[in-house]
């Protein structure tokens, strides 16, 4: 069975998956469950933190006020739409360009690997407030 690293998170796969595959799993198991459903903001924005090689430090910055809002003050999530929407309407990139990309290993306490726990779709919105957390401490 081969094992295959994240270069960006250091999550451990045994399977032939990327953090990108398991992100696809997990928010395909949203349409079965209401309550990871409602986590959709943190699944994406906690995803993002752990590989963000593509996006701009600007980006980053915008995200990460919102993010940290969310979790501290329950930022209404239509608020943060609004704020991303205008913070980054027009001109203003998001992504940088693709020869600017150079993934950077930074290994964490909890990954999407361990949101997704093998395939194990049950308890998976406790997980993922659970690595959203320790994405705000380790930050």
Same mark, same amino acid.
């Given at each position: 069975?081969?094992?295959?690293?994240?270069?960006?998170?250091?999550?451990?796969?045994?399977?032939?998956?990327?953090?990108?595959d398991v992100l696809g799993l997990i928010i395909a198991w949203e349409y079965a469950d209401a309550d990871l459903l409602r986590e959709h903001f943190l699944t994406v924005a906690s995803y993002n933190f752990q590989h963000p090689?593509?996006?701009?430090?600007?980006?980053?910055?915008?995200?990460?006020?919102?993010?940290?809002?969310? &979790?501290?003050?329950?930022?209404?999530?239509?608020?943060?739409?609004?704020?991303? @929407? #205008? *913070?980054?309407?027009? =001109?203003? +990139? /998001?992504?940088?360009?693709?020869?600017?990309?150079?993934?950077? &290993?930074?290994?964490?306490?909890?990954?999407?690997?361990?949101?997704?726990?093998? @395939? #194990? *779709?049950?308890?998976? =919105?406790? +997980? /993922?407030?659970?690595?959203?957390?320790?994405?705000?401490?380790?930050?």
């Amino acid at each position: 069975m081969a094992i295959s690293q994240c270069p960006e998170c250091g999550a451990i796969y045994s399977q032939e998956l990327s953090c990108w595959d398991v992100l696809g799993l997990i928010i395909a198991w949203e349409y079965a469950d209401a309550d990871l459903l409602r986590e959709h903001f943190l699944t994406v924005a906690s995803y993002n933190f752990q590989h963000p090689t593509q996006f701009t430090d600007t980006a980053l910055v915008s995200l990460w006020s919102a993010y940290t809002e969310y &979790l501290d003050n329950q930022l209404a999530l239509a608020e943060i739409r609004r704020r991303v @929407g #205008q *913070a980054h309407q027009g =001109a203003t +990139r /998001v992504l940088k360009p693709a020869a600017e990309r150079s993934p950077s &290993l930074r290994r964490w306490t909890m990954t999407i690997a361990d949101v997704y726990d093998g @395939g #194990q *779709a049950e308890g998976a =919105a406790e +997980r /993922v407030r659970a690595w959203a957390r320790s994405i705000r401490d380790e930050r």
